[in-house]
């Protein structure tokens, strides 16, 4: 993408896209939502903005979250995104506790006084209709 269309990197080295890592974010609903966290994981240094939806799966948290703890608080910020009917709130719920407790996350509902937020759609299940709405919110608020 970076080599093919105008975008902030100057090139499609790795040097360039850390360098404009401040107008990239990844997101994903549902398995999209796991490929989002190992990509905060692995890839921190390229991305900002990471968009995880509905993960309605078990992950090792301590790993992914520990790559945060080789960058500045204002590196990154992510925004997790659930409904109260879908199947992977337990999940998102229980991991964004775990967020809670890092010492590398700090919530707000603004990328200016944290680096992570949670919302949670009241009657929301795990469907089109949810990943349209979060998507469509996410990317408006980034």
Known sequence: VESTYSTFAQSSSPESLKASHDHRGFGGFSMGSVAAWRTFQYCLDYFRYFLPMSCGTSLDEDNIFAAAGNHDKDDFFVW??????????????????KMRNSPYFI??????????????????????RASTEYTYNGLCWF
């Open 107 to 128: 919530e707000a509902n603004n990328k200016q006084d944290g680096n992570f937020a949670y919302s949670v759609k009241d009657g929301y299940a795990h469907d089109g």
């Open 80 to 97: 997790v995104i659930t409904g109260t009917a879908d199947f992977a709130y337990s999940y998102d719920n229980n991991r964004v506790n």
